[in-house]
């Protein structure tokens, strides 16, 4: 599956950004989804992630009651609603893709990753 974001851009804090990722193929169902982000200089670090049916939704601790993870999958894309945005959400913005994995928190367990967006979020 190839994996496309979308949505990024330069905000400033307190604003909010809508990112999209749009999958290709006819088995988007059929894929955990998750987004991560990287900072300069810093590990890749997990965002969110949602079920195959949406049903379920993870979200980190730094970004919880602010971000939010949805997905169509009639139009085979995943989003990331991120709301009340701070300077330190500036990161690049991934997507990623698998069809099983334990731990959705973990980077290392996905198997199809998207280029990524920039997020620049100043004070």
């Known amino acids: 599956v190839q994996l496309v974001e979308s949505g990024g851009g330069l905000v400033q804090a307190g604003d909010s950004l809508r990112l999209s990722c749009a999958a290709s193929?006819?088995?988007?169902?059929?894929?955990?989804m998750g987004w991560f982000r990287q900072a300069p200089g810093k590990e890749r670090e997990f965002v969110a992630a949602?079920?195959?049916?949406?049903?379920?939704?993870y979200v980190a601790d730094s970004v919880k009651g602010r971000f939010t993870i949805s997905r169509d999958n009639a139009k085979n894309t995943v989003y990331l609603q991120m709301n009340s945005l701070k300077p330190e959400d500036t990161a690049v913005y991934y997507c990623?893709?698998?069809?099983?994995?334990?731990?959705?928190?973990?980077?290392?367990?996905?198997?199809?990753w998207g280029q990524g967006t920039l997020v620049t979020v100043s004070s």
């Open positions: 990623a893709a698998v069809i099983n994995i334990a731990v959705v928190a973990t980077a290392r367990g996905y198997d199809y």
């Open positions: 193929g006819r088995t988007f169902s059929s894929y955990v």
């Open positions: 949602i079920s195959r049916s949406g049903g379920s939704t």
